[in-house]
Every structure is written in C-alpha cells, then in structure tokens.
C-alpha cells in the first residue's frame, strides 16, 4: 500500500525520483532529489533511486544501502563528473523497527493512529547549520546542501535512526514540504484517505502555496501496518 506523486513547478525538467525494491520481505522506499535541471540529472536521479532502492532491500538495511550507493556516486562522480543528488530512503523488514537514512534534505516523516507527525530526519543543509550554531540563517541556507550523493569527500554526512514500525510513512523533496512548511500549513492534514489520494494532494497543495519559482515537488506515501 504506497503511491508516489510527483509535479513539475516551473522547473525545466522533472529531477526527482522514488523508486522501491522488495527482497525476501523486505520493501525500501526512496525519494531522490536532483541537484540541478537537465536530461542528464533526471536520467541519473531515475537510476540512482532504483540501485539505492535495491541496494537497501537486499541488505535489509537503510544505512548500509544508502552507504553503498554513496560510495558509488561519489566513485563515479570522481571519474566521470556525475550528477549529484539528496536522498532519503526507508526500509521496512518483517519483526524489525522501521529504519531510515538520507544524505541532504529530503524528509522522511511518520503519521502515528492519533494523528501525530513526527519528522525522522535532521536536514544537512546550511539552515540547519547555522541554527545548530545558534545563528540566525538567511532565506538562501536552505538551498545550501551539506550531504548528498555523489560527494566525494572523506566522511560524508549519513544521518541514521530506527522508529516503530506503524503508521503511515511520507517521504518528501524540499518542493513538497517546504512551500507549506513556509506557510505554517499541517502536513498532516493532507495525509487522510489513501495513499494515493494522501500523495496528489501534498503534492497539489505544495504547488499552490509555491512562489512563481515553484520548485519540483515529489512524495512517496506508504501505510506500514
């Protein structure tokens, strides 16, 4: 039980994917972000959800899949100037907590039965920089991402953490949260019906209350229990 959504703004081209995989019981779920707008970003970002996608299923792993791909676009982007993009991914394993990972600033959240969000993961992006400092950060921090895939670095930024396993996941790029978030908007109230109904309308609504530069918005949402 999941779906993924998915509109353009007025970008160029469309450079987010989600992708998933199931092995042996094991589903993961992935929302990659592009950096940049072009035929080359969007192809790469499709392959790249698909490999982290299978990569996390296989090892029944969140970080451990999320650590294999990074190391692969950080190799390929060394050699062949890749593309590069944000991620998040999240794997669900028979008796097991839920487990997420993500480089940058795509989001993963958690809607429980009594109608709580809970945000799961921590942005690497300046923004959350500067506020882990105690600075004030400018609008612009936030487009400023630390972490993602494709950088080649020593010791890049995984972020890593396991919740229960019940309720309904979102998976979200920074087009879809961030024009509601901006407008003080619940996320949570556009998550009722089913997931595809929950994804279309995030994803509607995150367009609506986007500035004319209306960036791309994309989530995958999937019921656990």
């Known amino acids: ?23 042996a019981g094991t ?11 072009s035929d080359t970003v969007r192809e790469w970002t499709r392959t790249a959800a698909r490999r982290l996608a299978r990569a996390a299923a296989l090892q029944a792993s969140a970080e451990g899949g999320l650590r294999t791909i990074h190391a692969v676009a950080a190799a390929e982007c060394d050699y062949y100037g890749a ?28 809607l429980t039965a009594d109608g709580t969000l809970e945000r799961l993961t921590k ?10 400092l105690g600075q004030e950060p400018d609008q ?19 972020g ?3 919740t229960a396993q019940h309720g309904r996941l979102l998976l979200a790029s920074d087009g879809a949260y961030e024009p509601l978030e901006d407008d003080g908007c619940d996320l949570a109230s556009y998550l009722t019906g089913s997931p595809r109904t929950a994804a279309r309308a995030l994803t509607t609504a995150a367009i609506g209350h986007a500035t004319r530069h209306a960036d791309n918005a994309t989530v995958l949402v999937a019921d656990l229990d």
């Open 123 to 132: 942005d690497h992006n300046m923004r959350q920089t500067l506020l882990d």
């Open 83 to 110: 593309p590069a993009a944000v991620a998040v991914v999240a794997v669900a394993a028979p008796g097991k907590p839920l487990e997420v990972a993500w480089c940058g600033d795509a989001r993963a959240y958690l």
């Open 27 to 37: 589903r993961a779920y992935v929302l990659l972000d592009g950096i940049g707008s």
């Open 1 to 23: 039980m999941h779906a993924t959504a998915q509109l353009i703004g007025s970008r160029s081209h469309q450079c987010d994917a989600t992708a998933t995989h199931t092995h």
């Open 140 to 158: 612009y921090a936030r487009n400023h991402v630390t972490s993602y895939l494709g950088d080649s670095r020593d010791a890049p930024a995984i």
């Open 160 to 162: 890593a953490r396991s």
